[in-house]
């Protein structure tokens, strides 16, 4: 019997699908809900170990010039504090404007055979082998040592940004299931921790005997000392170790990985510019304070990280123990980094803040008794409250982004410009700390290749690892104490957040106008960043 025009229609009626299909529709991606196949979202322990593995070469590498670069340029490359100062201010800058420029190419990539993102991981790599290399490479020549440091240190902060954004971003497209997107997530992490590791350990152990006291015992007029060809080759080798590392795991990334291509669903609607954005969100105070604060904080944890082997080797008796204490303060960093996670989660995160200054009276002891003991515990403690400052603005960003988020309506794109945007400003403080820091040891008459430095140097030495860091954590502590306290949003608000954040990011990408999609993916149970990048 016909039905007529106006009347609602019948539903077909269809006979009901047989087991297999049932477990195969439950298992499905379902676009309302995000539901994923487990089956076809599971990475086996060798995809996640090679994804792993693509980590470390960065951490080996920045491990290693966070400690010694600016021994290396001073006391055998012997150029002028005020050259050294411009070379770390001038490689800082380039990677933070690397940054943006990496997210704003990288997006606009096409897919190839082997993947969107796969092409410029390995497309980086010969080039940031060489350029490593070669920064800590002695010329023949003299007079323009300055320019060739500052140009590979530019270049390599450069590549080193262009080979992180898209092995980062790599993330979300390994797997659409996001309980395996998270464990390969912790695979990554547990290798970049001991890449840090590796880097200062290896690194350290072969040039240690580039510094030690039999250097300066030949030495009968004062003045600097000529390098001596020990070291240099000693530096060579370390800088060939830790370059290799680059082309053997970016290998064994591209063959332990596949990219999967990503989502075609467009976001919803044309998002603002990066320049756009940015004005947004440092228009939102919560944001703003905490960006300012942790400047303070984090250009005060690089000072100190840069200038311990200095004061080791020049202002205490400490040149046996250089690598000890080094691996004293990244062991104890890594190894409390899950209490610190407790923390967060028991006590809150403002309380946790104050974890930070537990290194302040050790670095002031430090400088005031400089004794192997002394410098034991100084660096456990320092590697502490370095822990809970690379885990602090991570976990309290997020909570920034919502708040923004509930009081402006703003689509999913900006809160990429929030990490973004944080990153460029925590590279541009660290460029100028540590310029002007070490602008201070040319005013104050420091000698390259100098066996014995004149007693301002010493005195500067013990400010710039005591002092220095003092004022700058207070300082940042007391903005982040009196900064308001985002709202924490509601249930529902949380869920609706969550939702509006899925679409842009489930393949990848940030929306059109953003930047730094490494930054997209956040755990906000345990508050803790996908990555750290420096």
């Not at 370390?238 to 795991?249: D, G, L």
């Not at 044309?270 to 939102?284: E, I």
């Not at 400047?295 to 400490?318: K, N």
């Not at 860091?469 to 249930?491: A, D, F, R, Y």
């Amino acid at each position: 019997m016909a039905s007529s025009p106006g009347a609602p229609r019948a539903p077909a009626v269809q006979a009901p699908p047989p087991p297999e299909a049932r477990t195969s529709e439950r298992g499905s991606v379902s676009a309302g809900r995000g539901r994923v196949d487990s089956r076809a979202g599971h990475l086996s322990f060798c995809t996640k170990v090679c994804y792993g593995i693509g980590g470390i070469p960065n951490q080996v590498a920045s491990s290693a010039t966070a400690f010694y670069l600016q021994l290396f340029l001073l006391d055998v490359a012997q150029i002028p504090a005020a050259q050294v100062s411009l070379v770390l201010f001038g490689g800082k800058v380039s990677g933070a404007a690397a940054d943006p420029v990496a997210g704003f190419f990288i997006n606009r990539s096409r897919r190839t055979g082997s993947g969107r993102l796969m092409p410029w991981v390995l497309g980086c790599t010969p080039f940031i082998t060489t350029a490593y290399f070669l920064l800590w490479f002695l010329p023949p020549f003299t007079s323009l040592r300055g320019l060739w440091y500052t140009t590979f240190y530019s270049l390599f902060q450069a590549l080193a940004t262009f080979f992180q954004v898209p092995y980062a971003a790599l993330t979300m497209l390994l797997t659409p299931c996001p309980k395996e997107r998270d464990s390969a997530t912790a695979y990554r992490m547990t290798m970049e921790m001991a890449g840090t590791l590796m880097g200062a350990a290896v690194h350290g152990l072969i040039v240690s005997g580039a510094h030690g006291p039999h250097r300066c015992e030949d030495a009968t007029l004062p003045g600097p000392v000529a390098v001596s060809p020990d070291a240099t080759r000693l530096y060579s080798i370390a800088s060939a170790v830790v370059a290799v590392t680059y082309p053997v795991c970016s290998s064994l990334l591209c063959l332990g990985v596949k990219e999967r291509p990503g989502s075609s669903v467009p976001a919803s609607g044309p998002g603002p510019s990066f320049l756009a954005g940015l004005v947004l969100t440092v228009r939102h105070p919560p944001y703003l304070k905490l960006v300012i604060s942790f400047l303070f904080i984090s250009a005060a944890i690089q000072v100190e990280q840069s200038y311990l082997v200095l004061f080791c080797t020049h202002a205490s008796r400490l040149h046996d123990h250089v690598q000890g204490v080094v691996l004293t303060i990244l062991v104890s960093a890594v190894l409390s980094t899950p209490l610190w996670e407790w923390v967060l989660q028991r006590f809150g995160k403002k309380t946790s803040a104050f974890g930070i200054c537990v290194m302040v009276p050790f670095a002031i002891l430090l400088a005031a008794v400089p004794t192997a003991p002394v410098a034991y515990v100084v660096a456990f403690v320092s590697g502490m409250s370095i822990s809970v400052s690379l885990l602090l603005p991570w976990s309290m960003l997020p909570d920034v982004v919502d708040d923004f988020q509930l009081q402006h309506q703003h689509g999913p794109g900006l809160e990429t410009i929030f990490y973004s945007s944080y990153v460029f400003f925590s590279k541009l403080s660290g460029a100028g700390a540590l310029g002007i820091s070490t602008l201070s040891l040319e005013f104050a008459g420091y000698e390259a290749g100098a066996c014995k430095q004149a007693e301002q140097v010493v005195v500067t030495l013990k400010v710039l690892i005591g002092a220095v860091p003092t004022c700058m954590i207070l300082t940042g502590l007391c903005i982040l104490m009196v900064s308001p306290t985002p709202k924490v949003p509601s249930q529902n608000s949380s869920r609706r957040l969550s939702l509006q954040r899925w679409a842009p990011h489930a393949h990848g990408y940030t929306r059109q106008g953003s930047t730094n999609i490494h930054w997209c993916e956040v755990d906000r149970s345990a508050g803790a960043p996908r990555h750290v990048h420096g």
